[in-house]
């Protein structure tokens, strides 16, 4: 018995979900003796890598799991998410510390900020937001327009937008969003070295960062 690449590229394309897949690539700013990014590099915000523009890929879900947990640093999203990777998807290529998106998923948030502070963006890749309010003075809810979420994350308003210097709630909806993580992705070619769709453990881009050196 030989299994068949092609048969296994038009299951895969016929049932599985679209992503977007960036390329990871490690970031100049990182010393080589520690290994610790440099925390106001411009490209990678201390992260220690970069991505590239994104590509549209499709591959199979194998199995996902998402929940809340707390932990010293606060509240963060734990979750695995494993993949089938067709070999005709760009994301066969696919390394450690890719980061991919799932369009076909989201994933509800609510974020506090501060307009025109420091980190005034959301992180992660928003589909919609649904409100943005504050209080005047501390008592009263003031409800405020909804912006425009840039690609970085910032935020634009046309109309509504919350005061200098006021503390505002975000609240909306984000793609669910992973990188690459270890096992490395396993090729299958056990067929005298036929590309097999291509097995990929993700983890919670929420989790990079925290629970391992982005640089390792």
Known sequence: MRLNP????????????NFKWRKAFHCPCVNPHSGAAAPSCPQCGGKGRIWNAPLDAVAGIAGQKV?????????????????????????YEMGQFDR????????????????????????????????VFWLDQGK?????????????????????APPAGVQYSVTGTKFTEYFCWGPYPSNRMEHQGARLPKRVILRSFDLYGRDMSPTS
């Open 140 to 160: 009263n809810i003031v409800e405020g327009g909804i912006p425009t979420v840039g690609a970085d994350g910032t935020l634009t308003w046309s109309s509504g």
């Open 67 to 91: 929940q809340l947990a707390w932990a010293q640093m606060g509240l963060w999203q734990d979750g695995d998410c494993v993949v089938s990777v067709p070999e005709n998807s760009p994301m």
């Open 100 to 131: 991919v998106t799932l369009l076909n998923s989201t994933v509800y948030f609510s974020s506090v900020l501060v307009r025109s502070g420091q980190n005034e963006r959301i992180m992660g890749a928003v589909e919609k937001v649904t409100r």
């Open 6 to 17: 092609a048969a296994f590229n038009a299951h895969l394309n016929s049932i599985g979900q």
